[in-house]
C-alpha cells in the first residue's frame, strides 16, 4: 500500500518555510525521502529508521514518528534551487530492497 | 563515467517491436533496481536484484523481462509492449550496506 503525501503541491516565496507529509496505513520500518527535479532522476535526501528519530542537512531535515506511522520533511528558508517534486519512499521490513513511494508532492520556489 | 547511467534515453516503439533498455553503474553496487515511473503516479517497484539474483518481481506482466549478467549491468527486454507502458523507467542501484539508492536518469519510453 502506498503511502500518502501531502500536500500534492506547495508554492512559495524564497526565504519561506514548508512540510510535507508522508502517512503510512502499514508499520513502518523506514522512510526515505528524495527530490526530483524536471527531467532529472530522484536524488536521495535522507533516510530515517524506526525508533523514532529526526535528521537534517543545512536547512532540510526531518521527523518520524513511529506511532503515527508518519514522517515529516521539513524546508526551512527555501531557496529555488529547493524546487522539484519530493517523495516519500516506505519500507516496512529492515531491508529497503523494496521500497513503496508516494505520489509525490510539488514544491515551487519563486521570487 | 561515473554514477548510474541509462541507455537509450529516449526510445519509440511499435507494439511488435522488441527493445531493450540498459543500465550501467559505476559505483561498486550490489544491488540493481527497475523502476516505473508514470505521469501523475508513484514511483512503481518492477525488479530488484541482489548479486546477480532477482530477489523482487513485483507482479510485472512478462513482456517485461530483466537481465543482470553481473553487478554492473542491468537490462529490461521488451516485447509486444502496449500503449499503457509508454512512461519513464529508471534504473538505481545501491550497497548492500545502505539504504540510499542512486537513481539514473531514465529512458522515456514511448509505446505507438
Known amino acids: 500500500q502506498q503511502p500518502v503525501q501531502s500536500p500534492q503541491a506547495v508554492i512559495l516565496r524564497e526565504g519561506e518555510d514548508a512540510v510535507i507529509n508522508c502517512s503510512s496505513s502499514?508499520?513502518?520500518?523506514?522512510v526515505h525521502w528524495y527530490r526530483q527535479k524536471h527531467g532529472e532522476a530522484p536524488v536521495f535526501l535522507m533516510i530515517?529508521?524506526?525508533?523514532?528519530e529526526q535528521k537534517g542537512h543545512d536547512k532540510i531535515s526531518a521527523s518520524f514518528n513511529e506511532k503515527k506511522q508518519q514522517s515529516s520533511l521539513y524546508l526551512t528558508a527555501s531557496q529555488l534551487s529547493y524546487s522539484g517534486t519530493y517523495f516519500c519512499?516506505?519500507?516496512?521490513?529492515?531491508?529497503?530492497?523494496?521500497?513503496?513511494f508516494g505520489t509525490g508532492t510539488r514544491l515551487q520556489v519563486t521570487l | 563515467e561515473t554514477g548510474v547511467t541509462q541507455t537509450p534515453r529516449h526510445l519509440v516503439m511499435g507494439m511488435t517491436n522488441k527493445k531493450s533498455l540498459k543500465c550501467e553503474q559505476h559505483?561498486?553496487?550490489?544491488?540493481m533496481y527497475w523502476y516505473k515511473q508514470s505521469a501523475k503516479k508513484p514511483l512503481e517497484l518492477m525488479f530488484v536484484?541482489?548479486?546477480?539474483?532477482?530477489?523482487e518481481n513485483n507482479s510485472v506482466p512478462s513482456r517485461f523481462s530483466p537481465e543482470c549478467p553481473n553487478s554492473s549491468h542491468l537490462f529490461l527486454h521488451l516485447h509486444t509492449l502496449q500503449p499503457e507502458d509508454s512512461a519513464l523507467y529508471l534504473c538505481?542501484?545501491?550497497?548492500?550496506?545502505?539504504?540510499?539508492?542512486?537513481f539514473g536518469p531514465g529512458t522515456r519510453l514511448t509505446v505507438l
Open positions: 538505481a542501484s545501491s550497497h548492500p550496506d545502505s539504504n540510499e539508492q542512486f
Open positions: 502499514k508499520a513502518l520500518y523506514s
Open positions: 530515517l529508521l524506526k525508533g523514532g
Open positions: 519512499g516506505t519500507a516496512h521490513t529492515g531491508t529497503a530492497s523494496k521500497l513503496t
Open positions: 559505483l561498486g553496487h550490489n544491488a
Open positions: 536484484y541482489n548479486f546477480k539474483e532477482q530477489t
